[in-house]
């Protein structure tokens, strides 16, 4: 084990259907569980819509700021997906035919079918790692600490499942929760602001849930040491119990 | 019916629980969903982490780009809810008790239970502006152009719209729609790209679907001007026609 930071990294959601409300995004959960799961945590995430300034000005600040930038959307044949043309803006490269992915993609279509919308999906920043999946033949690409995938589900996921491998992680993010019933977070904060403090490299959030079963407050400590989380949950436990609640470990039933 | 550009806003919202994947934001739709329908479309969302100095940072940022800002997140009673104050120092603003949010929280609770965390939810950027609500007692509260809320999605909904009559919007933002099954978007590319050209007062975009009943893609157009939308998917309708594929009106079926 070492002591070194974990690497950081933030995820940009580009697509003017995330904004509008039309799209429920999927992939932030989906990115910072797994990021979590490889000791990368995802530090910030921004939603942004279709425009290309706003694009590369984002892709600009967040690149210098964490270690790692995982882009969704704006990677398809049509008018609205500018992703990579910006990326290649944004790092001052030539926006340029893949040689692979052209060949790949060319191979895929039939004799005229790989028209000049599809080729655009073949065209990528001068240097650009491939993305490759078996899901669709159109790649993602990485491009210095920038790594591009689509905004569909399944097609980013298979791509973030994809490029995991060559991503350098830390120590995992580890939790561990313990739950009461009809315990109000008002009467449980000072005591864990108290616990908070004792335990200052883990993040212990407080989470009040509401379910037809019945409402409580989940306790979740998060952290790189899983020995230090299951401590810090024990005295939020006892605490629980002090204050004359029945605390059940873990995340209370979804 | 004025030419003026609408309102913007953005969004921020703040919780560790957000970007560590546990839990599934749903405040980001709702907002957008509700703000295009009162005319102040969203222009921007960021998730961020429960630490101070971002969360003043990103207040300030946003504050003096767009009309409007929302939080949601962090107004609770526990250690981790730090949005009120960080409000405060963003605007430069003392952080004291609001008298009215103090006396009617004070009022609900049993004597004694009124206790020091629960103080902090009627502690405030001076001047601030209740936004209250039947869900709860504890109140959101706007300060110049940025609006407080909860995280809990019904107590959010709620303030929401508690607060929505108070915001000066613009023109709402409708949405018409096309979709056709089996129709690959490396087609329509073209066509759809002239169509946008056409129409440059719309966002028209295009995304495309997989369902257990089969896949295709849906054309969105997106403006202010409701037969101008309705014109652009009429003639993206004659389009998926010359393609050979078979248009059906409105988004496909979820």
Redesign the interface.
Known sequence: MTDAPNPSAALIVI???????????AN???????L?EIGI??????????VAE?IVATVNELRARYDHVFTTGGI??????ITSECVAAAFGLPWEPHPEAWAKMAASYQPG?F????QR?ATMPRGAALIETTVTVAPGFSIGNVHVMAG?P?VMQAQFESLAPRLKGGRP?V?RAVHAAKLP??????G??AI?ARFPAL??????Y?RETGSGVAI?A?GTDPAMAALAIAEVSALMTSLGAMPVQGEPPS
């Open positions: 697509g003017n259907e995330v904004l509008s409300g039309r799209t429920q995004d932030l959960r989906y990115v910072a569980t797994r979590g945590p995802l530090r910030e995430a921004r939603v942004i819509p279709d706003m398809g044949p049509t008018h609205d997906d079918e028209n000049a919308a599809r999906m569909v399944r993010v939790s977070e008002g009467r449980i904060a000072e864990l602001a908070q993040d212990i959030g407080s989470y009040p509401y979740v998060k």
